[in-house]
């Protein structure tokens, strides 16, 4: 009767830790894709302020010698770059949220079919943490 006991008590354990592996390695994946997405953002934002700048320090360099109605088409430009960078930055955004809900969808889901591990797997991390923080 004891062994039983321990023996089901160790699937029990054993059933956490998997489940406990499983929500790690599924809340890694989201956050990394997350961590992409931004990296990404960052990339294309920093490449079109740059490609901007640059416009606007040729322009500035160019203003004395410009009659009105090429400083006009140079600011028609200008504010032509400036808008599809919104675009861009507004895109990226949209696919950075996507990917986030769609990692907070598919945890939710997840605890939504398994709520007893979902329950045991949060138990077992706020004892986890509960003892990190206790030794300091």
């Known amino acids: 009767m004891e062994t039983n006991f321990f023996n089901k008590r160790n699937a029990v354990t054993d059933t956490a830790e998997n489940m406990t592996e499983h929500v790690g ?6 956050l990394d894709a997350t961590k992409e997405a931004g990296k990404q953002i960052g990339t294309v934002a920093h490449q079109e302020m740059a490609s901007l ?30 808008e599809a960078t919104k675009v861009v930055a507004k895109d990226m955004t949209a696919d950075v949220r996507e990917q986030f809900n769609h990692g907070v969808d598919v945890s939710g889901a997840y605890v939504k079919e398994r709520p007893l591990q979902s329950v045991a797997v949060a138990a077992g991390v706020g004892i986890l943490l509960g003892l990190l923080i206790a030794r300091r």
């Open 25 to 30: 390695a599924a809340t890694s994946h989201v």
């Open 53 to 82: 700048k640059a416009d606007l320090d040729q322009l500035i360099a160019l203003l004395p010698s410009l009659s009105e109605v090429d400083l006009n088409a140079a600011k028609e430009k200008l504010l032509t770059k400036i």
